[in-house]
């Protein structure tokens, strides 16, 4: 499954990069996404320098499996050439030209047609935007501007849960439940915004008020959550809600499959209020979990909503689409003289952007990228398992190519390790030194790899994980915070 490479002359012309300069000049003056001012200060970053299949290597020429596929979103792998031609291309064609109002280009069209084509039931309506957050952010304007046309000006408030992650505008930060992304130092909107409880059932003694989740069944465990759901409907009142957001699996939270049935539950339950259920896919969709969207080939539902972005092209151009209705195209478009949607981006429908979507789903349909990951994700699943053995992994979950590792001091009791001991950076970092790159979230271990993995790339990611988590072992005991 492995592509082309095509970098022969970027591997050329990178003998020219001083690798110290560049360091310098990124420490000097990149101010980094989740920057960690403490620890960039010290250390600065790692450059990487080219990628080729699954893996990237940085300035030295050291290779690393790329376990994490850029951020959730290198699907098709590094270095395909299809995808850099049709950018090519279409960049000598045309690279731009505005799309507001009445004016479009051909990649946009094309592209809206076939997310239309793929999209579940009737969502057949697509605003395109920069990127995962602008594309949440872009969900809300609809939910709101839909509602008022249909006369609920009064619905404007939004449920979202804890440890969900939906972008970092001011608004979608603020839908983020996550709590380490909700820094001390900013500040959130607090007055349209509710959160209720993690779908994470490995925690549910701790996610529950009370302690009242230990030793819950998981069907227990769903209906509480239903419950929960709904009470903050009848508390905030139906009339003043507008949406509930929820990706299909928690990501940057954890990598959080919900309880069977949940989102069936939560979208009848939506409904019956007149609520969008927004299905928030920026992760999800473009063959990661086998299917080119998880809500209804995975949960059996078909949302209002469906947001979009990272594995839509791959990673190799910056776009995001917001995939709706039409019903909610049908209020929103109604004859009214002020009827104006004033929201978009310059570069909403970007024509490069959008070209390199269109090649990236072409390739995607030609391998069957989602038919392998149907057919490789239970053996990555399977491996990851066997991490159990370990005495500090107290949980593997996820589906097919979307996996987390938790780490715990305690199997039985689940406790966690103190925060200064920093286990799953520790991890990640012997991993580095042993050439695979994995997340660290906190005491967890996310794995995202490109989806074109075979077998033996698997089992080498597995293998380094191993061996990271069991070095990461030996300095514990030795430095006296694991005692086994």
Not at 96 to 107: G, I, L, R, S
Not at 109 to 130: Q, R
């Amino acid at each position: 499954m492995s592509g082309s490479s095509g970098n022969a002359v970027w591997a050329a012309s990178l003998d020219q990069v001083d690798p110290k300069d560049i360091w310098q000049k990124d420490k000097d003056h990149f101010v980094h996404p989740w920057t960690h001012f403490d620890s960039f200060k010290k250390d600065g970053s790692l450059v990487m320098g080219r990628a080729e299949g699954a893996y990237v290597f940085d300035l030295s020429g050291k290779r690393y499996l790329d376990g994490i596929g850029g951020l959730w979103c290198v699907n098709i792998g590094y270095g395909r050439r299809e995808i850099v031609e049709a950018i090519s291309q279409q960049a000598m064609r045309m690279a731009f030209f505005n799309p507001f109002v009445d004016t479009t280009n051909v990649p946009a069209a094309e592209l809206a047609a076939k997310l239309a084509s793929l999209a579940p039931g009737d969502l057949n309506k697509v605003f395109f935007t920069c990127g995962g957050s602008t594309a949440n952010d872009t969900a809300v304007r609809i939910a709101h501007y839909y509602h008022a046309r249909r006369g609920k000006k009064s619905k404007k408030q939004i449920i979202s849960r804890i440890d969900a992650y939906h972008g970092s505008t001011y608004l979608t930060g603020s839908i983020t439940g996550r709590p380490a992304d909700r820094s001390p130092y900013l500040h959130f909107v607090e007055d349209l915004v509710h959160h209720v409880s993690s779908p994470n059932y490995y925690r549910a003694h701790e996610v529950l008020p009370n302690g009242i989740g230990k030793g819950m069944t998981e069907e227990q465990f769903c209906d509480y959550l239903i419950d929960e759901l709904e009470a903050k409907i009848l508390e905030v009142g139906p009339d003043n809600i507008a949406m509930f957001f929820a990706e299909p699996v928690m990501g940057a939270g954890g990598v959080i499959v919900p309880p069977k049935g949940y989102h069936k539950r939560s979208l009848e339950l939506c409904h019956r209020h007149d609520i969008l259920y927004i299905s928030d896919e920026v992760v999800t969709a473009f063959g990661r979990l086998g299917h080119f969207f998880a809500s209804e080939d995975v949960f059996g539902i078909i949302p209002d909503m469906i947001v979009t972005a990272k594995g839509l092209t791959s990673g190799y151009q910056p776009l995001g689409a917001c995939i709706f209705s039409d019903r909610i195209y049908e209020a929103m478009s109604a004859a009214d003289p002020d009827g104006w949607f004033t929201n978009g981006y310059t570069y909403s429908g970007h024509p490069v952007a959008c070209a390199a979507a269109l090649a990236n789903i072409a390739l995607m349909e030609r391998e069957d990228l989602p038919g392998h990951v149907q057919r490789m994700g239970p053996y990555l699943e399977q491996q990851l398992g066997t991490l159990l053995e370990l005495p500090i992994v107290g949980n593997v979950r996820g589906h097919k190519f979307m996996m987390c590792v938790e780490n715990v001091m305690n199997k039985e009791t689940r406790e966690h390790f103190p925060d200064a001991v920093n286990i799953g950076k520790r991890i990640s970092d012997h991993c580095e030194r042993l050439g695979l790159i994995v997340r660290p979230l906190g005491a967890l271990n996310v794995i995202s790899p490109p989806l074109t993995l075979n077998k033996e790339e698997v089992d080498e990611l597995v293998s380094l994980l191993r061996q990271g988590i069991e070095a990461t072992l030996a300095d514990l005991k030795a430095e006296g915070h694991y005692k086994g």
